[in-house]
């Protein structure tokens, strides 16, 4: 924003941000607007600053059963993680798993052997009898920072909770399936929607959805991109198109080393994806970053670094990919290098050089 000229009062530290997973709290300058603005500013592509840890907020209501049988309910507090587990809101049985930190379904008995049975054997929710008054009276949003709800299981990984993932997997590709897997994910997404548009109802201040469907593993992805394209890409579409029209964000989260899939994220109508790094961030951001907002993972800082080496980093990161029309996030996968020095460094040459376009 050319207008908004960069102060150096803007460095005062006003507050801070608890610290993650046991880490240094986060300070919180005195920044020109809300972060809130800073974030949606960014995802039109007329950045303000470089977006890093700090815009964001995220609630999961404990009324979706799908949030507590996944051990992540996060309203105004986040709930003990050793309470989840449970049905989730199609009555799949999940376990919680302490050393894993998460829960999973419970392994041995899928509701589906075959697609084509869904018809018969899914019962839908009625999210109309989910407790959303007591979520919403334990959640209190702010104009501040810009707030997401994390939906947990999006489209296929929805079927492995249905089919565990071997049959999961193979329904993707069976020609005697695709039909009903078509007509399943269509048939979610349209629950989606009413899951979206419920939460608008209880929880005014909601700008955007943060939905998970994780599509690979460590060194590929699950399937190919044609697989992809034929059978997701058009069930996410009806849902990010919604979201588009309600003036909400579309954020995708999805694991694994899935590079190739990148273009059915654009067709898929994300507006946001932030790659574990086993992707190359870089590579990603120079080929799409002018069409999908990219959480870059920056180039990792010796452990003796200097401080003048930290903001020598975060000069180098700024010219990199700060770029008009082309703004990049760093979310919490190279949120390492955040280190003081470097976060003061990347707030102020990016918000100068922001200010100057």
Same mark, same amino acid.
């Given at each position: 924003?050319?207008?908004?000229?960069?102060?150096?009062?803007?460095?005062?530290?006003?507050?801070?941000?608890?610290g993650?997973?046991?880490?240094?709290?986060?300070?919180?300058?005195?920044?020109?607007?809300?972060?809130? #603005?800073?974030? &949606?500013?960014? /995802?039109?592509?007329?950045? !303000?600053?470089? %977006?890093?840890?700090?815009?964001?907020?995220?609630?999961?209501?404990?009324?979706?059963?799908?949030?507590?049988?996944r051990?992540?309910?996060?309203?105004?507090?986040?709930?003990?993680?050793?309470?989840?587990?449970?049905?989730?809101?199609?009555?799949?049985?999940?376990?919680?798993?302490?050393?894993?930190?998460?829960s999973?379904?419970?392994?041995?008995?899928?509701?589906?052997?075959?697609?084509?049975?869904?018809?018969?054997?899914?019962?839908?929710?009625?999210?109309?009898?989910?407790?959303?008054?007591?979520?919403?009276?334990?959640?209190?949003?702010?104009?501040?920072?810009?707030?997401?709800?994390?939906?947990?299981?999006?489209?296929?990984?929805?079927?492995?909770?249905?089919?565990?993932f071997?049959?999961?997997?193979?329904?993707?590709?069976?020609d005697?399936?695709?039909?009903?897997? #078509?007509?399943? &994910?269509?048939? /979610?997404?349209?629950?989606? !929607?009413?899951? %979206?548009?419920?939460?608008?109802?209880?929880?005014?201040?909601?700008?955007?959805?943060?939905?998970?469907?994780?599509?690979?593993?460590?060194?590929?992805?699950?399937?190919s991109?044609?697989?992809?394209?034929?059978?997701?890409v058009?069930?996410?579409?009806k849902?990010?198109d919604?979201?588009?029209?309600?003036?909400?964000?579309?954020?995708?989260?999805?694991?694994?080393?899935?590079?190739?899939?990148?273009?059915?994220?654009?067709?898929?109508g994300?507006?946001?994806?932030s790659?574990?790094?086993?992707?190359?961030?870089h590579?990603?951001?120079e080929?799409?970053?002018?069409?999908?907002?990219?959480?870059?993972?920056p180039?990792?800082?010796?452990?003796?670094a200097?401080?003048?080496?930290?903001r020598?980093?975060?000069a180098?990161?700024?010219?990199?990919?700060?770029?008009?029309?082309?703004?990049?996030?760093?979310?919490?996968s190279?949120?390492?290098?955040?280190?003081?020095?470097?976060?003061?460094?990347?707030?102020?040459?990016?918000?100068?050089?922001?200010?100057?376009?």
């Amino acid at each position: 924003m050319a207008n908004l000229k960069f102060d150096e009062k803007e460095l005062k530290v006003v507050g801070e941000l608890p610290g993650r997973f046991g880490g240094p709290p986060t300070p919180l300058y005195d920044f020109p607007v809300s972060r809130k #603005k800073a974030y &949606l500013s960014a /995802i039109k592509k007329d950045p !303000i600053w470089q %977006i890093t840890t700090v815009e964001t907020r995220s609630i999961m209501p404990k009324a979706n059963p799908d949030n507590v049988a996944r051990a992540f309910v996060v309203e105004d507090t986040m709930m003990p993680a050793e309470q989840g587990g449970g049905k989730d809101m199609f009555g799949i049985e999940w376990v919680y798993i302490p050393v894993a930190g998460g829960s999973i379904v419970k392994p041995g008995n899928p509701l589906l052997e075959d697609a084509n049975e869904w018809e018969e054997k899914i019962v839908w929710p009625d999210i109309d009898s989910w407790d959303w008054e007591t979520s919403a009276k334990n959640t209190h949003l702010t104009d501040e920072v810009y707030n997401n709800v994390w939906m947990q299981n999006g489209w296929f990984e929805r079927i492995i909770s249905f089919m565990d993932f071997p049959n999961a997997a193979m329904a993707m590709i069976d020609d005697e399936q695709k039909d009903a897997i #078509k007509d399943l &994910l269509d048939k /979610i997404s349209d629950l989606y !929607i009413k899951i %979206i548009d419920k939460h608008l109802e209880y929880f005014p201040g909601i700008d955007g959805f943060y939905m998970h469907d994780d599509w690979g593993a460590q060194k590929d992805t699950f399937f190919s991109p044609a697989t992809v394209a034929e059978l997701i890409v058009p069930a996410m579409r009806k849902v990010t198109d919604h979201l588009h029209s309600k003036g909400l964000v579309a954020d995708f989260h999805s694991c694994g080393m899935i590079e190739k899939q990148v273009p059915n994220i654009i067709a898929a109508g994300w507006d946001t994806w932030s790659p574990q790094p086993m992707n190359d961030t870089h590579m990603i951001y120079e080929k799409y970053g002018d069409k999908l907002v990219i959480g870059v993972v920056p180039d990792p800082l010796p452990p003796d670094a200097t401080e003048a080496e930290q903001r020598e980093a975060a000069a180098k990161f700024v010219e990199k990919f700060c770029k008009p029309g082309k703004p990049a996030t760093i979310g919490y996968s190279g949120a390492a290098v955040l280190t003081p020095a470097y976060r003061e460094e990347l707030y102020k040459l990016s918000r100068t050089k922001y200010s100057e376009i």
